[in-house]
């Protein structure tokens, strides 16, 4: 797995603690309401009561953002979590909508604290995740 520069690092850090203040009820709202909105075949995939598919989606990210430094060694759990998706009928070209769903909530969670250079770090951090679980989907 490829690596964040330190500087990519402390933008996901810092901008995910002013994220994560926010109930992630809303978050996962705003995320799912897009993904779904841009992509209505996606829904079938997902429980229909979502609630705790809000909390999976903050714990998931809380998880990642946490171990930035040592992406390697969440590569089993990103391994793991790949297959399973693969057994929801998760597709690889459905990574890059999820990963528009996520600069979108991510966006707007910030509001204007949000800058072309978080941008850009979340884009590259999620491009290391999502290659990873596609390269396990391939397999």
């Known amino acids: 797995m490829s690596m964040l520069t330190k500087k990519e690092i402390t933008l996901i850090k810092k901008s995910w603690t002013l994220v994560e203040k926010i109930d992630p009820i809303i978050i996962g709202d705003i995320f799912y309401s897009k993904l779904f909105f841009t992509n209505p075949e996606l829904r079938k995939m997902f429980p229909p009561d979502m609630e705790g598919q809000y ?21 089993g759990d990103i391994v793991a979590m790949a297959r399973r998706h693969e057994g ?34 979340w884009i590259n951090c999620y491009s290391i995740l999502s290659g990873t679980m596609i390269t396990v989907a391939k397999k």
């Open 88 to 121: 929801y009928g998760v597709k690889p070209e459905h990574y890059n909508l999820v990963g528009k769903a996520l600069l979108y909530t991510l966006q707007k969670g910030l509001g204007k604290v949000w800058t072309d250079e978080i941008r850009s770090a």
């Open 55 to 75: 909390k999976k989606l903050v714990d998931m990210l809380d998880t990642i953002v946490a171990r930035l430094e040592k992406l390697d060694e969440l590569k």
